[in-house]
T-cell receptor, first 115, second 113 residues
Framework: DAGVTQSPTHLIKTRGQQVTLRCSPK?????VSWYQQALGQGPQFIFQ???????QRGNFPDRFSGHQFPNYSSELNVNALLLGDSALYLC??????????????FGSGTRLTVV | QQQVKQSPQSLIVQKGGISIINCAYE??????FPWYQQFPGKGPALLIA?????SEKKEGRFTISFNKSAKQFSLHIMDSQPGDSATYFC????????????FGKGTRLSVIA
């Protein structure tokens, strides 16, 4: 069973450009969250999608937008890239079970470098 | 406002020793407290997690101790090995609704032989 899959693994973009990152959650996981992790820092929450709607949003500008598709996969779009957007972007899918089980599974991330 | 505070920032432990990382939280509504291990270039991987209805959980060499009254929890790595060298993050969330995982800033652990 594949875990959370993210693409691409690495990306270099120029300031002002736009970028789209993709995530396929683990099978059976219907809630997808996106995080930004700057070098040497903990992951910062960007937003969370469930049933194709944005359910929660962290403290990120409107340049950051997303989408969730009917198959639960998701995209993160960033417009007007800034140098400060350089980071590892992580996708996580959330699971719950009837016995009270709960957890998040993370992908390996997309390393975005803005030059 | 940082809701989860983690210490120390970095830690050096001798092989075979005990590594201890501490976290404190502010939101008493948090009811799920995981620890993640992250190697360079990889995403965080769940190590162990605890709910506030128990004070300790052990899985192999990894133990979480939880103190609800003090709003603190810690990760103990027994018999630390060089392969444990990684960055460790504590996190917290509320399992009902759409509250995201809130992470600490991380602890870089180096286990030396």
């Amino acid at each position: 069973d594949a875990g959370v899959t993210q693409s691409p693994t690495h990306l270099i973009k120029t300031r002002g450009q736009q970028v789209t990152l993709r995530c396929s959650p683990k099978s059976g996981h219907d809630t997808v969250s996106w995080y930004q992790q700057a070098l040497g820092q903990g992951p910062q929450f960007i937003f969370q999608y469930y049933e194709e709607e944005e359910r929660q949003r962290g403290n990120f500008p409107d340049r950051f937008s997303g989408h969730q598709f009917p198959n639960y996969s998701s995209e993160l779009n960033v417009n007007a890239l800034l140098l400060g957007d350089s980071a590892l972007y992580l996708c996580a899918s959330r699971w719950t079970s009837g016995g009270g089980g709960y957890g998040y599974t993370f992908g390996s991330g997309t390393r975005l470098t803005v030059v | 406002q940082q809701q989860v505070k983690q210490s120390p920032q970095s830690l050096i432990v001798q092989k075979g020793g005990i590594s201890i990382i501490n976290c404190a939280y502010e939101n008493t509504a948090f009811d799920y407290f995981p620890w993640y291990q992250q190697f360079p270039g990889k995403g965080p991987a769940l190590l162990i997690a605890i709910r506030p209805d128990v004070s300790e959980k052990k899985e192999g060499r990894f133990t979480i101790s939880f103190n609800k009254s003090a709003k603190q929890f810690s990760l103990h790595i027994m018999d630390s090995q060089p392969g444990d060298s990684a960055t460790y993050f504590c996190a917290a969330t509320i399992t009902s609704g759409n509250t995201p995982l809130v992470f600490g800033k991380g602890t870089r652990l180096s286990v030396i032989a």
